[in-house]
């Protein structure tokens, strides 16, 4: 707790302190009784009937306090905390304003207690904003966002996703941020225009707590530049420091360490195709691509901005219940995945910051549960409640990073390959080296700005081209298969198998320890989190990166090395150029079909039988009791 925000409240015996998080009414309490009993801390909503059942309940549980008059002290300090922020409102001279949590109760619940929580608040942010299109985009922003507002991992690392959101300027990537942003409680995210280095360590220097459970919003890269040595630490620890010199009172040189306490999420627009590597790396890269007719729709929907139906709508009540329904969500921060296998995990060797990229995707789905948190169960542990994510929000994360976040792992967009393309198709049909940035621009379908835009990545970073006496022409050796889209989902587990281990039972808990919000129906929730329909069936295995072709040649993404979004090659080579020497034997193959005697496992769940948690067991059992049988 931070002692300047601290207020000390005795009621009923007991005695309390409480830190709001930004609202006069959530925050962390900290209570005792005259007995010395405990202390029990955990974060509260004093003005919900339920939370302080719940802490007396737990408090109560684990120290022995008396949980009946505790929750009667609960219920007084809930009273004295109203009588202060009236008399703080008076004293200051103006009308009681009506806090950010105070929508409607009812409709606030209402948008939380069914599934799809996540599709309506994207829905009504594209409304109320005027969004066109960008379903896929809000959905991920909004996630990233929310993710902020997870309690840290057991480790202290951040539980959330970042992102770095990409594309030409003009295509709206600030819009989609600025319209999530428009409808989060203020105390959820801070935006700025620019920053210099140290000003966020100034301003922690009277509040650490100035970015904890916030989402970062610079309005451009430009705005971080300034601020990755700060950043690097903050979205991997969860806090950073900065140890300076300033003036004592008596105008001595003294030592101060400045600290910033987490945990936060950030997204970064921008048009740069890369920004600081390593900062990068801990990052999701998501490209919102252009369409034909989009400036039609854009233009549009400003014209209709001017109709006298769109002046004369109040969002407000919207706006509030919102605000309210995700406050309401923060007295419980912390999810849990009952998912104990060895195979949930991004097993591809291809991808240098491959950790890194699944934690992110992990974000996604923790995010994804905590906003779903009515329609999930609960688990009652000493340390607090937790909500229990499910395979659905695994599904969920996964379906929007195939349709969003192919850059996080080969960073080229679609205008890098139709450059690529053309330099190629030019060198094909020609006997010179090198051509000019309009020779190549005519040939992509692009602008010749465009070109001249991603030469210094395309030849620096992803050194696919090189600058000759001509212009600009392919690296030696290139072709094709280098940058070609390939399967993006490669390692990753997919939906399919996650559910499958989840209902082996190796996702099981105790019954105490785990209750439902709600009766489950029977009836499963249809995934539309997609603009495209996904196809998980035909999707490449998770170690498809790994398994060599009938030649014994090691196939991959692209039909070549994967790319590290990012990272600067240590040689001229280019990170795309495949392994022509790799001839690795295959793994990991159950059964065989060399021998007669050779049995051959088959996975009821369209699996390898060595992935399916379930069948593995099963078949080498029925295997086992053939072979003793047969002896």
Same mark, same amino acid.
């Given at each position: 707790?931070?002692?300047? !925000? ?23 309490? +900290?209570?005792?009784?005259? %007995? ?16 302080? &059942? ?29 009588? &202060? ?9 103006? =009308?009681?304003? =009506? ?130 040595? /700060? ?71 400003? @014209? ?5 139906? !769109? ?41 240098? $910051? ?13 995010? $994804? ?67 000019? /940035? ?45 940058? +070609?889209?390939?399967? @993006? ?19 099981? %808990? ?16 249809? $995934?539309?989190? %997609? ?101």
């Amino acid at each position: 707790m931070s002692a300047a !925000n601290v207020k000390s409240y005795e009621a009923e015996g007991f005695y309390f302190e409480f830190s709001p998080n930004g609202t006069p009414y959530i925050g962390m309490l +900290r209570a005792t009784d005259e %007995a010395q009993s405990g202390p029990y801390e955990a974060e509260v909503n004093l003005q919900k009937a339920g939370s302080r &059942e719940r802490y007396a309940k737990k408090a109560a549980e684990l120290y022995g306090m008396d949980g009946s008059g505790l929750e009667r002290a609960l219920n007084e300090v809930c009273t004295r905390r109203s009588e &202060e922020v009236a008399a703080a409102v008076q004293a200051e001279g103006g =009308e009681e304003q =009506e806090p950010e949590s105070a929508g409607a109760p009812e409709e606030a619940e209402a948008l939380l207690d069914s599934p799809g929580v996540l599709n309506r608040y994207v829905e009504d942010v594209a409304k109320i904003r005027g969004v066109i299109r960008d379903r896929d985009a809000l959905r991920l922003q909004t996630l990233v966002a929310l993710g902020a507002q997870l309690a840290p991992l057991p480790n202290g690392k951040p539980a959330g996703a970042n992102l770095i959101l990409t594309a030409e300027a003009g295509r709206g990537k600030n819009y989609v941020c600025d319209a999530v942003a428009s409808m989060l409680p203020n105390d959820f995210y801070m935006a700025f225009e620019s920053a210099s280095a140290k000003s966020l360590y100034y301003r922690a220097e009277i509040d650490p707590g100035i970015l904890t459970y916030r989402w970062i919003y610079p309005n451009e890269a430009e705005a971080t530049d300034q601020l990755v040595e /700060l950043f690097r630490p903050l979205l991997s620890g969860g806090r950073a420091s900065h140890l300076t010199v300033n003036k004592t009172g008596e105008g001595r040189n003294a030592a101060q360490e400045l600290t910033i306490e987490g945990p936060a999420s950030i997204t970064i627009p921008t048009v740069r195709n890369k920004l600081d590597a390593q900062l990068q790396t801990r990052m999701l890269v998501a490209e919102l691509p252009d369409y034909e007719g989009r400036v039609a729709e854009h233009s549009r929907a400003v @014209s209709r901005q001017l109709l006298p139906d !769109n002046a004369g709508e109040d969002h407000t009540p919207k706006i509030r219940a919102w605000r309210a329904a995700l406050t309401s969500l923060t007295t419980v921060r912390r999810v849990v995945f009952l998912l104990d296998s060895d195979e949930f995990c991004f097993d591809s060797d291809e991808v240098s $910051h491959g950790a890194r990229l699944w934690t992110n995707l992990l974000g996604l789905m923790l995010a $994804h549960a905590w906003l779903e948190q009515r329609n999930r169960d609960i688990m009652e542990l000493a340390s607090g409640e937790m909500v229990v994510a499910t395979p659905e929000d695994y599904e969920a994360a996964y379906v929007l990073f195939a349709a969003t976040c192919e850059r996080s792992v080969v960073n080229l967009s679609d205008t890098h390959r139709a450059i690529l393309d053309a330099v190629y198709e030019l060198s094909s049909q020609s006997t010179f080296d090198g051509f000019s /940035l309009r020779k190549i621009a005519d040939a992509a379908g692009v602008h010749h700005s465009t070109v001249g835009e991603h030469k210094t990545y395309l030849t620096k970073s992803a050194k696919l081209l090189k600058e000759v006496e001509g212009g600009l022409d392919l690296v030696s050796g290139a072709e094709p298969s280098w940058w +070609r889209k390939g399967d @993006s989902l490669v390692g990753f587990p997919r939906p399919e198998q996650v559910r499958c281990w989840w209902e082996g039972g190796v996702g099981s %808990a105790s019954e105490s320890a785990r209750r439902a919000r709600h009766p489950n129906t029977g009836v499963q929730d249809p $995934h539309t989190y %997609a603009e495209n329909s996904v196809g998980y069936a035909t999707r490449q295995s998770p170690d498809g990166a790994r398994h060599p072709d009938q030649n014994g040649a090691k196939t991959g993404v692209s039909g070549g090395e994967t790319a590290v979004s990012g990272a600067e090659p240590a040689s001229e080579n280019s990170l795309f150029m495949p392994n022509m020497d790799d001839n690795g034997a295959v793994s990991g193959v159950s059964g065989g079909f060399d021998g007669e005697d050779n049995k051959v496992a088959v996975c009821i769940h369209e699996l390898e039988p060595a992935t399916c948690k379930v069948c593995n067991g099963y078949v080498r059992r029925l295997i086992e009791s053939q072979e003793g049988g047969t002896a």
